[in-house]
């Protein structure tokens, strides 16, 4: 674990489409940590903290990042979006919906960071092959073993037209 | 902020955060341990050593437990903090401060004195007169290198090899496999005056409930474990370790709670891994494929303790002794050695899939000796609906059996006959020309179907509106079972899944649950289950027969409505629990399940077809298939999902999953995702998962559990495989590129005058 540093900074993002400003905090942060203390983001998950499962995914101007290997100073005047960016109110967005109906949730720790990254996926590519979908997730590691239903998820989402 | 309430999300007014100090020797004693200098940092509230915390074991039993109706007394091995330390990672002090940072850096400032002893790693080496011991009492867990932990016999094993026309001997071997939830191990602990509530990452919350009770010396009402969802466990996360003792103990000492949430590279030494295991199996059959003698002898590295206590081995020894029941002469003994290492005592499956994979791969070198199908020499030997398996586990039911339709759809879905008309690897002429070369492998698998002691309770309860709430003792890890339950539920009571809500795996329910473990949450406490709504049914039929003026047998409830077989008059349930209300009562009822028997088995099969890449040895699966017998499925896409996660776990444990450790030191070199590989996206096969239809008389509308077995087969299928494309077989799993590299290398024979090598096992 690294000590922080003295050295501290603002920062200025839009949060889930909102503008936020976090001020002092020091400029060795993640921006995991500061998502999850800071802005009460809990849906941004601690899987190793090293940057080798993909749990703490978010998106960083709708590009998939781990977020426990950037730091918070990195999203200062940037677009942040986490799970909690995608409901609309308690209504879940159609592909939160496409997971569940797909049973491609199981204990649900790595579906946040499976949703993010399947969203920028769509986001670019709408009508994505098996292999791109494979391919796009390969960084997020589910050890329930969910990945055919997540695929499936996807796939149904993607067939639906919805964006 | 996600609706969804993890415990390593939760936080509490004045938490403070734990951290560890934990041992660099892999067997040590603590000879002098100071940590003023700790207590003394700003932001340190507490620091608990050995000397802090009571002197009790935390392993469930640690006095009693039953085995096959037969009382033992069982030693305790782990206390929650000792003076010796028995692996690296072993637990040295604990300190909670205001924040992570600040108890990181207080660990800095505790000076220990170790004393160094000798380790021993090697399990067969722990066996050994000479080695060095764990415990006083020796390193075999309730036994001796002479007397094993568990000993099975049925015939006389000697004469069985006598009259056989083919006996075969091998050595097997299996690695410990890290179960990596995605959620590392969390708790949080608070006191309240004499009341502890923990909330746990655990599987039993009510075991966990009686031992911290038992420990802190509390009435078993002072305390509260909460567990009702976490990120995963898979087995590896059934009970309470040091971790959670030292929370409980550190916000007693500071007043204020503590959260200890435990670091991805903590996490392969903190939870239970699969045991690393070596079996000699040693078979005779007749010419005709019979088989006349079975003997399994499984050493089990369960490393520096053993939480399960016979739990674990018993699931071993009942699949290596069940499959293949029919054989007059069986023996198994198991073998359950100490060693300074991380826990290995089992998780999905909780060692059934550890034991198959020899047998399977015993009976597939067999089927190629005998010239006889692999599938056909199965028919022959493995156990039926109906067999009766005195005397070694008289009280098991052999009430359903589906091995034979989930082998014959399987070999149909992978082309199993077309392999058979190349050949079978023993007869062909392999000679590893090319890049490339495919194989076909299949096995059975068996484990656990639920349906046994220890018990389940169940409490289902109705508001005025007739809305029900019930209540399990089974946590939420990602098997769904709310739904699952409330289906049962809603079934038996004749109203809607909708108008039924699940709480679940909270000890303040008071609905005693032995956890979700052993495939038994569909089938065991799915009867407390029904039991509890049979008695509020009956509650409800009772009070509308008042309301009606009716018989109570002229009654049934449908689809939410109290209707009268004979006139056909009505009453919606909501009325009649809102009648209730009004006299001052409530339509409830509670369910026991505790059928002291051994229960029943579930079965699965699997077929995989392997590509082994000539030239780097790697494994690719092209396709997988698991046929599973489950009785009748309640939630078939709940089943699926299981199925597909249990073979996804068992690639792993075939081909890459492997605990690495320093063999001199004892420390974990791959302790992150990184390093220990578990299969991701691009590692998935072509993957067919089914149910078969089926029913289990003695399961809850026919259900037996499901969600494990499907591991069981995976790793001897692809041996199998891998031994049908290479035309010569591994004893040793996983499957690495070294090995299959090794493997290719003997295959093709001596190569620059170093002599021939010997066929393992010959």
């Given at each position: 674990m690294i000590a922080e540093v003295r050295e501290t900074s603002n920062i200025t993002m839009k949060l889930n489409g909102k503008s936020v400003r976090c001020d002092g905090i020091s400029v060795s942060r993640t921006l995991i940590g500061v998502l999850r203390n800071e802005f009460g983001c809990t849906g941004v998950k601690n899987g190793c903290e090293e940057g080798t499962c993909g749990s703490c995914t978010v998106l960083l101007d709708g590009i998939p990042i781990y977020s426990c290997l950037a730091l918070a100073v990195n999203a200062n005047n940037k677009e942040v979006t986490t799970i909690e960016g995608l409901s609309n109110g308690s209504t879940p967005h159609p592909l939160q919906k496409s997971f569940v109906d797909n049973y491609a949730v199981q204990c649900g720790y790595c579906t946040p960071a499976m949703i993010l990254v399947s969203k920028a996926l769509l986001d670019k590519n709408p009508n994505p092959t098996e292999a791109e979908i494979r391919n796009a997730l390969s960084g997020v590691i589910c050890r329930c073993g969910s990945y055919i239903k997540v695929v499936d998820a996807v796939r149904s989402f993607s067939a639906l037209g919805k964006r | 902020m996600a609706r969804t309430k993890y415990h390593s999300d939760m936080v509490l007014p004045g938490m403070l955060y734990a951290r560890f100090l934990r041992s660099p020797y892999?067997?040590?004693?603590?000879?002098?341990?100071?940590?003023?200098?700790?207590?003394?940092?700003p932001g340190v509230h507490a620091v608990v050593t050995y000397e802090d915390v009571p002197d009790e074991f935390i392993t469930e039993h640690a006095t009693k437990y039953v085995i096959i109706g037969n009382v033992v007394k069982i030693p305790g091995d782990r206390k929650i903090l000792d003076q010796r330390l028995r692996f690296v990672g072993d637990y040295v002090a604990g300190v909670a401060a205001e924040d992570e940072q600040t108890a990181e850096k207080a660990l800095g400032l505790i000076e220990v004195e170790y004393d160094e002893l000798t380790p021993v790693f090697d399990p067969e080496e722990a066996l050994k007169p000479s080695s060095p011991k764990l415990y006083e009492a020796g390193n075999v867990f309730n036994g001796s290198p002479e007397k094993p932990t568990l000993t099975f016999a049925k015939g006389d094993v000697k004469r069985g090899f006598e009259v056989a026309d083919l006996v075969i001997e091998r050595k097997y071997a299996s690695h410990f496999q890290v179960a990596m939830p995605m959620e590392s191990r969390c708790c949080v602990a608070e006191w309240e005056g004499d009341f502890l509530t923990m909330w746990v990452t655990l599987q039993e919350p009510y075991v966990a409930r009686r031992i911290m009770s038992r420990v802190f010396g509390l009435p078993l009402q002072n305390v509260r474990v909460n567990a009702s969802v976490f990120g995963g466990g898979y087995g590896s996360r059934a009970l309470p370790q040091p971790v959670e003792f030292m929370a409980a103990m550190m916000a007693k000492m500071s007043g204020?709670?503590?959260?200890?949430?435990?670091?991805?590279?903590?996490?392969?030494?903190?939870?239970?891994?699969?045991?690393?295991?070596i079996t000699f199996v040693k078979a005779g059959f007749k010419k005709d494929g019979t088989l006349t003698a079975l003997d399994t002898r499984i050493i089990m590295n369960v490393g520096a303790w053993n939480p399960t206590e016979v739990g674990v081995p018993q699931h071993m020894a009942r699949v290596a002794t069940l499959l293949y029941a029919r054989c007059p002469n069986i023996s198994c003994q198991i073998l359950v050695v100490y060693t300074n290492l991380p826990v290995g005592c089992g998780w999905r499956s909780f060692g059934s899939a550890e034991a198959i994979f020899p047998i399977e791969e015993m009976m597939d070198e067999a089927a190629g000796k005998l010239m006889i199908d692999p599938i056909e020499l199965r028919k022959k030997n493995h156990v039926r609906t109906g067999d009766n398996l005195a005397p070694m586990f008289p009280s098991l039911n052999m009430s359903s059996v589906g091995l034979d339709t989930c082998m014959e759809r399987g070999a149909r879905e992978i082309g199993w006959y077309q392999r058979m008309k190349r050949g079978s690897s023993s007869e062909r002429d392999i000679s590893l020309r090319g890049d490339k070369a495919v194989g076909i492998g299949f096995s059975m698998g068996s484990h656990s179907g639920g349906i046994r002691r220890p018990p389940s309770n169940a409490m289902i309860e109705f508001d005025h509106q007739g809305k029900a709430t019930l209540k399990i003792g089974t946590p939420d890890i990602g098997t769904e079972q709310a739904t699952t339950q409330s289906q049962l539920a809603a079934e038996t009571l004749g109203i809607s899944v909708d108008d039924i809500t699940v709480l679940q795996a909270d000890t303040v329910h008071d609905v005693e649950d032995a956890g979700i473990l052993g495939s038994r949450s569909t089938s065991s406490m799915g009867w407390a289950t029904v039991r509890a709504c049979r008695a509020a049914k009956r509650m409800l039929l009772e009070k509308a027969s008042q309301m009606l003026a009716e018989s109570v047998d002229q009654l049934d409830v449908k689809e939410g409505v109290v209707i009268s077989k004979a006139t056909r008059r009505s009453v919606p349930v909501p009325a009649v629990c809102s009648k209730a209300k009004e006299e001052g009562s409530k339509i409830e009822g509670r369910g026991l399940f505790t059928d002291n028997c051994e229960g029943v088995l579930g079965f699965a099969v699997g077929f995989a077809k392997v590509e082994v890449d000539l030239r780097t040895g790697k494994v690719t699966v092209l396709k997988y298939v698991n046929f599973q017998d489950a009785g009748k499925v309640v939630n078939p896409s709940i089943l699926e999902v299981q199925m597909q996660g249990s073979v996804i776990q068992g690639l792993g444990y075939a081909l890459d999953e492997e605990l690495v450790y320093d063999r001199k030191t004892g420390t974990v070199l791959n302790p992150t995702f990184?390093?220990?590989?578990?299969?991701?996206f691009l590692d998935i096969p072509e993957l067919k998962c089914v149910a078969i239809?089926?029913?289990?008389?003695?399961?809850?509308?026919?259900?037996?559990g499901a969600a494990e077995v499907g591991i069981t087969p995976v790793a001897p299928a692809i041996c199998n495989a891998v031994a049908d494309a290479l035309g010569v077989r591994s004893y040793t799993i996983p499957l690495t590129p070294r090995r299959v590299l090794e493997m290719i290398s003997q295959k093709r024979g001596p190569a620059k005058g170093r002599g021939a090598q010997k066929t393992k096992g010959d």
């Amino acid at each position: 674990m690294i000590a922080e540093v003295r050295e501290t900074s603002n920062i200025t993002m839009k949060l889930n489409g909102k503008s936020v400003r976090c001020d002092g905090i020091s400029v060795s942060r993640t921006l995991i940590g500061v998502l999850r203390n800071e802005f009460g983001c809990t849906g941004v998950k601690n899987g190793c903290e090293e940057g080798t499962c993909g749990s703490c995914t978010v998106l960083l101007d709708g590009i998939p990042i781990y977020s426990c290997l950037a730091l918070a100073v990195n999203a200062n005047n940037k677009e942040v979006t986490t799970i909690e960016g995608l409901s609309n109110g308690s209504t879940p967005h159609p592909l939160q919906k496409s997971f569940v109906d797909n049973y491609a949730v199981q204990c649900g720790y790595c579906t946040p960071a499976m949703i993010l990254v399947s969203k920028a996926l769509l986001d670019k590519n709408p009508n994505p092959t098996e292999a791109e979908i494979r391919n796009a997730l390969s960084g997020v590691i589910c050890r329930c073993g969910s990945y055919i239903k997540v695929v499936d998820a996807v796939r149904s989402f993607s067939a639906l037209g919805k964006r | 902020m996600a609706r969804t309430k993890y415990h390593s999300d939760m936080v509490l007014p004045g938490m403070l955060y734990a951290r560890f100090l934990r041992s660099p020797y892999a067997h040590a004693i603590i000879k002098g341990i100071d940590v003023s200098r700790a207590k003394l940092l700003p932001g340190v509230h507490a620091v608990v050593t050995y000397e802090d915390v009571p002197d009790e074991f935390i392993t469930e039993h640690a006095t009693k437990y039953v085995i096959i109706g037969n009382v033992v007394k069982i030693p305790g091995d782990r206390k929650i903090l000792d003076q010796r330390l028995r692996f690296v990672g072993d637990y040295v002090a604990g300190v909670a401060a205001e924040d992570e940072q600040t108890a990181e850096k207080a660990l800095g400032l505790i000076e220990v004195e170790y004393d160094e002893l000798t380790p021993v790693f090697d399990p067969e080496e722990a066996l050994k007169p000479s080695s060095p011991k764990l415990y006083e009492a020796g390193n075999v867990f309730n036994g001796s290198p002479e007397k094993p932990t568990l000993t099975f016999a049925k015939g006389d094993v000697k004469r069985g090899f006598e009259v056989a026309d083919l006996v075969i001997e091998r050595k097997y071997a299996s690695h410990f496999q890290v179960a990596m939830p995605m959620e590392s191990r969390c708790c949080v602990a608070e006191w309240e005056g004499d009341f502890l509530t923990m909330w746990v990452t655990l599987q039993e919350p009510y075991v966990a409930r009686r031992i911290m009770s038992r420990v802190f010396g509390l009435p078993l009402q002072n305390v509260r474990v909460n567990a009702s969802v976490f990120g995963g466990g898979y087995g590896s996360r059934a009970l309470p370790q040091p971790v959670e003792f030292m929370a409980a103990m550190m916000a007693k000492m500071s007043g204020r709670p503590v959260k200890a949430r435990l670091s991805r590279r903590e996490e392969p030494i903190s939870n239970h891994n699969r045991p690393e295991t070596i079996t000699f199996v040693k078979a005779g059959f007749k010419k005709d494929g019979t088989l006349t003698a079975l003997d399994t002898r499984i050493i089990m590295n369960v490393g520096a303790w053993n939480p399960t206590e016979v739990g674990v081995p018993q699931h071993m020894a009942r699949v290596a002794t069940l499959l293949y029941a029919r054989c007059p002469n069986i023996s198994c003994q198991i073998l359950v050695v100490y060693t300074n290492l991380p826990v290995g005592c089992g998780w999905r499956s909780f060692g059934s899939a550890e034991a198959i994979f020899p047998i399977e791969e015993m009976m597939d070198e067999a089927a190629g000796k005998l010239m006889i199908d692999p599938i056909e020499l199965r028919k022959k030997n493995h156990v039926r609906t109906g067999d009766n398996l005195a005397p070694m586990f008289p009280s098991l039911n052999m009430s359903s059996v589906g091995l034979d339709t989930c082998m014959e759809r399987g070999a149909r879905e992978i082309g199993w006959y077309q392999r058979m008309k190349r050949g079978s690897s023993s007869e062909r002429d392999i000679s590893l020309r090319g890049d490339k070369a495919v194989g076909i492998g299949f096995s059975m698998g068996s484990h656990s179907g639920g349906i046994r002691r220890p018990p389940s309770n169940a409490m289902i309860e109705f508001d005025h509106q007739g809305k029900a709430t019930l209540k399990i003792g089974t946590p939420d890890i990602g098997t769904e079972q709310a739904t699952t339950q409330s289906q049962l539920a809603a079934e038996t009571l004749g109203i809607s899944v909708d108008d039924i809500t699940v709480l679940q795996a909270d000890t303040v329910h008071d609905v005693e649950d032995a956890g979700i473990l052993g495939s038994r949450s569909t089938s065991s406490m799915g009867w407390a289950t029904v039991r509890a709504c049979r008695a509020a049914k009956r509650m409800l039929l009772e009070k509308a027969s008042q309301m009606l003026a009716e018989s109570v047998d002229q009654l049934d409830v449908k689809e939410g409505v109290v209707i009268s077989k004979a006139t056909r008059r009505s009453v919606p349930v909501p009325a009649v629990c809102s009648k209730a209300k009004e006299e001052g009562s409530k339509i409830e009822g509670r369910g026991l399940f505790t059928d002291n028997c051994e229960g029943v088995l579930g079965f699965a099969v699997g077929f995989a077809k392997v590509e082994v890449d000539l030239r780097t040895g790697k494994v690719t699966v092209l396709k997988y298939v698991n046929f599973q017998d489950a009785g009748k499925v309640v939630n078939p896409s709940i089943l699926e999902v299981q199925m597909q996660g249990s073979v996804i776990q068992g690639l792993g444990y075939a081909l890459d999953e492997e605990l690495v450790y320093d063999r001199k030191t004892g420390t974990v070199l791959n302790p992150t995702f990184l390093e220990y590989h578990v299969p991701t996206f691009l590692d998935i096969p072509e993957l067919k998962c089914v149910a078969i239809d089926g029913f289990e008389p003695l399961g809850v509308y026919g259900a037996k559990g499901a969600a494990e077995v499907g591991i069981t087969p995976v790793a001897p299928a692809i041996c199998n495989a891998v031994a049908d494309a290479l035309g010569v077989r591994s004893y040793t799993i996983p499957l690495t590129p070294r090995r299959v590299l090794e493997m290719i290398s003997q295959k093709r024979g001596p190569a620059k005058g170093r002599g021939a090598q010997k066929t393992k096992g010959d």
